[in-house]
Nanobody
């Protein structure tokens, strides 16, 4: 059974940095895109950054130049380096992955989410 396990959230002062990590494990055949989303209270989950297996990255405009997504395909891990953090970055951050699995002899592309990790930027 596939699981995504996140780590690295916490409290940081404005202008500080945090690094989020997410590792996928379980019945993985291969992984397509991996990424990070965030959710503000009372709002829909929104894209922060995604990265393909070939390391092509996409960022939300609000984090471009401050956040960097990276991926280790050998370890099924995706990281999000967050620099120059602002109070408006405060949210729950979720890891996401599109994962190919073999189920009953067929290959399926399924999407998975981590449990979420709180990032709070405050003085």
């Amino acid at each position: 059974q596939v699981q995504l396990v996140e780590s690295g959230g916490g409290l940081v002062q404005p202008g500080g940095s945090l690094r989020l990590s997410c590792t996928a494990s379980g019945g993985i055949f291969s992984i397509n895109a991996m990424g990070w989303y965030r959710q503000f209270p009372g709002k829909q989950r929104e894209l922060v950054a995604t990265v393909t297996g070939g390391s092509s990255a996409t960022y939300a405009d609000s984090v471009t130049g401050r956040f960097t997504i990276s991926r280790d395909n050998a370890k099924n891990t995706v990281n999000l380096q967050m620099d120059s953090l602002k109070p408006e970055d405060t949210a729950v951050y979720y890891c996401h992955a599109d994962i190919y699995e073999f189920l009953r002899g067929k290959k399926y592309l399924l999407d998975y989410w981590g449990q979420g990790t709180q990032v709070t930027v405050s003085s």
